[in-house]
């Protein structure tokens, strides 16, 4: 009875969670620690202190061990003790979704339909706040001075909206799926195309360079005919938005002054990979060495948007491998055999659609600063665990690892 009610108060938490990470660091905080806490107390009334097994376990203790030792060499603690707190909060969260998950598949699915109601209703937030000024939920207003006015909903910076928006896109195309009713497609085709216009105007580069590798990887493994009409697409759009293609030119023009301040923050940062590759400078330090190693003819300190390139600087190489590691392996696992994986049903289309936002919202984070984002970073962590519980889920239903086949 009181671990009935442990799952239900978790994934009660987590559906809050997931509407968290759209407008509220607070939120995100205050439930993930909830997910988290329901999770230790049902494992010590289970009696069951052992995380599930996952493909990236051993990786991601690795990578908790790296951070902890560049906490150790760390010259500002209350820094350092911080940013290595976060990874141990990721952890155990990605473990109590695993838990939760994998314990009962309808979950999966129920998780997936919350997660597009609130995208959807995030989306409608932004296209209210594209024409008004302002958002709905915590009245920001629009950048002053702005003239391409980008739309950036309840996050704090139009990259950070694209960024989300990247992530959950891809997971509307599941109205391409044949098994579902009219009234989800209608729902989710809805979704699409307002998701679509919200992306058009943050006016984020990187994240339309990301979507665009999520549709080519969606398309691939989808219908790969398809891809043929991408370029026809593309060249279609530029003819009858004119306009909007010269601004959009303009935007990736080297004097455009962030493709400027981008470069400075990549030499900067640079410099201080180049003085510790191994270890780094220690986790959460890069805003109190950049001042060190930034170009004189740069006046600012940021974070280096590149979100790998500054985590080498802070981890070093061996903690930046790692983290590779865990996004390669989890990729992996989700693509392979991913034709089957479709013709299993809705559950395969989902699994293609969270396969190509997490590369989008990965090939965006070497553009961006999304992993150093706590809303952003809690997302990734929750999509991380979805998508390994799934997979799992689908291999098992259509048993594409026979036990007598040898295969790991």
């Not at 759209?22 to 620690?33: G, H, L, R, Y």
């Not at 996952?54 to 061990?65: F, K, M, V």
């Not at 105007?201 to 969606?218: C, D, E, P």
């Amino acid at each position: 009875m009181l671990i009935s009610a442990l799952n239900i108060l978790t994934e009660l938490a987590l559906w809050i969670l997931l509407f968290g990470t759209t407008f509220s660091n607070s939120a995100v905080e205050i439930f993930a620690i909830s997910v988290i806490s329901f999770f230790i107390i049902k494992r010590i009334l289970l009696k069951e202190f052992r995380p599930s097994k996952t493909p990236i376990n051993l990786i991601l203790y690795a990578l908790c061990g790296i951070i902890f030792v560049t906490f150790l060499r760390s010259a500002y603690f209350s820094e350092s003790i911080r940013g290595f707190a976060r990874i141990v909060k990721f952890t155990f969260l990605y473990f109590a979704l695993i838990d939760f998950f994998q314990s009962d598949a309808k979950r999966l699915k129920r998780t997936f339909w919350i997660l597009m109601i609130v995208a959807c209703v995030t989306f409608l937030n932004g296209i209210f706040q594209s024409i008004h000024g302002f958002d709905i939920l915590r009245h920001r207003e629009i950048i002053k001075d702005d003239y391409l006015r980008r739309i950036l909903a309840s996050f704090v910076h139009p990259n950070d909206f694209a960024a989300y928006i990247i992530f959950v896109l891809p997971l509307t195309f599941c109205f391409f799926c044949r098994g579902i009713k009219s009234e989800q497609k209608y729902f989710l085709s809805l979704t699409c195309l307002l998701g679509f216009y919200c992306l058009f105007k943050t006016y984020s580069r990187a994240a339309w360079l990301g979507f665009l590798i999520a549709l080519i990887i969606y398309l691939f493994f989808y219908k790969k005919k398809t891809l043929i009409a991408l370029p026809a697409f593309i060249i279609l759009l530029i003819i009858v938005f004119p306009q909007e293609w010269a601004r959009i030119k303009n935007l990736f023009a080297f004097e455009h002054n962030t493709v400027w301040e981008r470069t400075q923050l990549w030499k900067g940062t640079w410099e201080m990979v180049k003085v510790h590759p191994f270890l780094g400078f220690g986790v959460n330090t890069f805003s109190r060495y950049f001042l060190e190693y930034k170009p004189i003819e740069y006046p600012d300190i940021r974070y280096t948007h590149n979100s790998y390139l500054q985590m080498w600087s802070e981890i070093g190489i061996f903690g930046l491998l790692a983290f590779l590691t865990i996004i390669f392996t989890v990729l992996r696992a989700a693509l392979r055999n991913m034709g089957k994986k479709i013709r299993s049903g809705f559950e395969g289309f989902i699994l293609l659609g969270i396969a190509a936002g997490y590369a989008a919202f990965l090939i965006q984070s070497g553009l961006d600063t999304n992993l150093f984002s706590l809303v952003l970073t809690t997302l990734f962590w929750i999509m991380t665990a979805y998508i390994v519980s799934l997979n799992k889920f689908i291999e098992k239903e259509i048993d594409i690892f026979p036990r007598n086949d040898g295969a790991a």
